[in-house]
């Protein structure tokens, strides 16, 4: 998933420490520090702020300011256990709050600079910068105290927010050094070599709660659509059937005359009512009579004969692709291979279906605007006010709310135009927009349908040559960062993502074919890597089927020198008793992942009922790297795993003349309980630095079940979701 596209002046994209907030000083001792921007009630008893990240009171508590956007995968608790690892905070005087949305203090490294929580580059992208900050916070209070005592630093060492002076045995805890604590004049330099070793860990690795959690569990929590605000009003959008129309004529007067109806606004691709609770204004909404425009080019596509179209596209070998991965002479190599295999997959649209609808609370006052608002990026929701309200992005105020889910929808900020452009038009009344359940699938913006043509060419011993991928799609990358995307040649990290990987195969060609047909596509939980690897790893399995080797020891052979794919291979086979036999009836399968440089392996035990997969177990073994949180990280595989086995089983988003066919979750099959399988994961951490994980479990499922309904009934199912077998 990429950032959605800015302008220079949406963001500051830092380098270097200041890409990731250190900012040294008394707290409150700068204009236009940090005392600026945090919620008054914590900067009343903050008294020292030793890094941007953290504050530190007397009473020796700290608060740590969580940069990303926590939408259930615990972020809020993983990204400041990472500092406070370094900087030896005692976790149990922990607070964590939402850092405010300043890209300058807290932008993301792994998206430039800029505020956004996605594509699994949270941790990675935030991880070595944190780190470095823990430890620079932690040698500037060390310094303070060893100032105070008169010893060299060197002597003095930090355990639980506590600073110890070694020779002597004398203590002081943070808190008492925030009276009067001043930053140096020269700040501490460090680098990568005096972090910490894995081995010396204390909280990164451990069992611990996430602090989201309790206020979830008791109905404390906020979302977005939780904000009230005095005086607020509400608001619902009538869209246009067809994405890409106008309204032209607007007969409001029906709506108007609804009792609490206080205006009536049109919007780009909608109108808007404005009223004194949500089911007013959504009662009001049916009433108005609006004409749209009808040049559209969504209006013409029809996602089922599209999808005949790209397989066309996919399998004509002789059209060049943007190219994605190229080694040595793939073509050479299977024009003179001993076997060669062929085979076309597809994948349909799918929705995002988030448990909490768009919203978006905003409020105007002269030139400056405020927002509430669920988003997973707060540089886009910057960036998309101000090119498209016309606000500039300094007089911009982003408060981020939790998210009642994300999964890629909530890094566009679309809907936040809209209550940007409501407030605009009723200066100093706080409006809050909502999108119904059938409002978020009319503006659906889907992970994009595929066709995808592999070809691989096997020596006589079948060992894999040469491989061709071919996939056509539309474009992400060229909607959201189209100057980005110009300057790569065509190339959409998002859409092909996971296409090329570990498996040592030396010549390969890896192309992607964009199509235009007038509808948005966008991010989805896994993007590229949630069908790239079910190609790939289905194909995989036939070739080792059809050359009588074990998929197992195939992928073995695949990842010779790779010793974290193969660690994780064996395991996952092992947790599911790879090699003896199952019960009557039922079959085992198997798939790998290295999106997000991370290493998973899959196994599914699955039977068949009426033509239809039925999976009754997954067992998973993943290496992140450094793992943070490894019961999170459990939990997120398991997630990934039953989002990715929904839109296997049945999910699918159709178009007819540029409309949605499903409106709700009524025509729209998601997984139910009783399909919902026993998911087992083993958490492998190593000595690397960490990989994404809101992702990984999801790719390595489709193609884990796909595999083992080949070996029941001999057939194989190349598309998603997966039809019913014959």
Not at 211 to 234: N, Q, T, Y
Not at 403 to 424: I, M, Q
Not at 512 to 536: C, I, L, N, P
Request: proline fraction near 6%; hydrophobic fraction near 45%; aromatic fraction near 6%.
């Amino acid at each position: 998933m990429e950032t959605n596209k800015l302008t220079r002046r949406a963001f500051i994209a830092g380098s270097g420490a200041a890409a990731v907030g250190i900012v040294l000083g008394g707290w409150g001792a700068a204009r236009g520090g940090l005392a600026g921007l945090l919620p008054e009630a914590a900067a009343a008893t903050v008294r020292f702020s030793p890094v941007a990240w953290v504050a530190l009171s007397p009473d020796n508590s700290a608060v740590v300011y969580s940069p990303a956007s926590e939408m259930g995968q615990g972020t809020m608790t993983a990204i400041p256990l990472i500092l406070a690892e370094e900087m030896e905070l005692d976790w149990s005087t922990v607070r964590v709050e939402q850092a405010p949305a300043d890209p300058r203090r807290f932008g993301n490294p792994g998206f430039g600079g800029a505020m956004v929580t996605g594509s699994s580059r949270t941790v990675k992208g935030y991880y070595e910068a944190l780190r470095l900050a823990g430890l620079q916070a932690r040698l500037v209070l060390a310094q303070a105290a060893a100032d105070k005592w008169g010893v060299p630093a060197a002597e003095i060492r930090a355990e639980r927010s506590t600073l110890v002076h070694g020779p002597s045995g004398r203590r002081m805890t943070y808190g008492q050094l925030v009276e009067g604590a001043r930053a140096p004049q020269t700040l501490p330099k460090v680098d990568k070599s005096m972090l910490k070793p894995m081995s010396a860990f204390t909280l990164i690795g451990k069992e611990l709660p996430r602090v989201d959690v309790p206020d979830k569990s008791g109905g404390g929590a906020r979302f977005g659509i939780d904000v009230r605000l005095p005086g607020m009003l509400w608001a619902a959008v009538l869209h246009t059937p067809v994405q890409g129309e106008q309204p032209l004529e607007v007969k409001d007067a029906a709506a108007l005359a609804v009792p609490g109806v206080r205006k009536v606004v049109r919007l780009p691709g909608g109108v808007a009512v404005v009223a004194d609770s949500f089911a007013t204004a959504r009662k009001a909404r049916e009433l108005l009579e609006v004409k749209w425009s009808e040049q559209a080019k969504g209006r013409s596509y029809d996602s089922e004969a599209a999808l005949a179209e790209f397989v066309a596209r996919a399998e004509r070998l002789d059209e060049a692709g943007a190219v994605w991965h190229k080694h040595g002479d793939a073509a050479a190599k299977i024009a003179g291979a001993a076997r060669v295999f062929r085979a076309t997959y597809t994948t349909d649209h799918v929705a995002h279906v988030t448990m909490e609808p768009m919203n978006c609370t905003a409020r105007a006052q002269g030139d400056a605007i405020e927002i509430w608002v669920p988003s997973q990026s707060p540089s886009g929701v910057i960036g998309i006010v101000a090119a498209g309200a016309g606000y500039k992005p300094e007089n911009i105020t982003v408060h981020i709310t939790l998210l009642g889910g994300g999964y890629g929808r909530r890094a566009e900020a679309d809907y936040s135009l809209h209550a940007a452009l409501l407030a605009k038009a009723m200066p100093g009344v706080p409006i809050q927009v909502i999108w119904t359940r059938e409002d978020d699938f009319l503006r659906a913006r889907p992970r994009p349908m595929t066709a995808q043509h592999l070809v691989a060419g096997v020596d006589a011993q079948g060992r894999i040559i040469g491989w061709r991928h071919r996939l056509v799609s539309e474009s992400i990358m060229a909607r959201t960062a189209a100057a980005a995307y110009e300057k790569s040649g065509g190339r959409d990290s998002p859409v092909m993502e996971g296409a090329d990987g570990v498996y040592g195969i030396a010549d390969q060609l890896i192309e992607h074919g964009r199509e235009q047909r007038g509808v948005d596509v966008s991010f989805w939980r896994a993007v590229g890597a949630g069908y790239t690897k079910f190609s790939m790893e289905s194909l995989i399995d036939e070739i080792a089927t059809a050359s009588g080797k074990d998929p197992l020891q195939y992928r073995l052979d695949l990842t010779a020198g790779q010793p974290r794919a193969q660690a994780v291979l064996r395991e996952a086979a092992t947790m599911a008793g790879w090699g003896r036999d199952r019960e009557a009836g039922r079959a085992l399968g198997l798939a790998f992942s290295d999106a997000w440089n991370t290493f998973i392996a899959m196994v599914a035990e699955v039977s068949l009922q009426e033509g239809r997969p039925v999976v009754h177990r997954i067992w998973a073994a993943v290496d992140c790297g450094h793992a943070i949180s490894p019961a999170n990280i459990r939990a997120q595989v398991e997630g990934a795993a039953l989002f990715g086995l929904s839109a296997a089983l049945g999910e699918r988003l159709v178009y007819k003349g540029g409309q949605v066919q499903q409106h709700n979750l009524d025509t729209y099959t998601l997984l139910r309980a009783n399909q919902a399988p026993a998911v087992q994961v083993k958490v492998m951490p190593t000595d690397n630095a960490p990989g994404g994980m809101g992702e990984v479990g999801l790719p390595p499922v489709a193609p884990a079940v796909a595999n083992a309904v080949a070996r029941l009934s001999g057939k194989r199912l190349r598309s998603l979701p997966f039809p019913t077998l014959a």
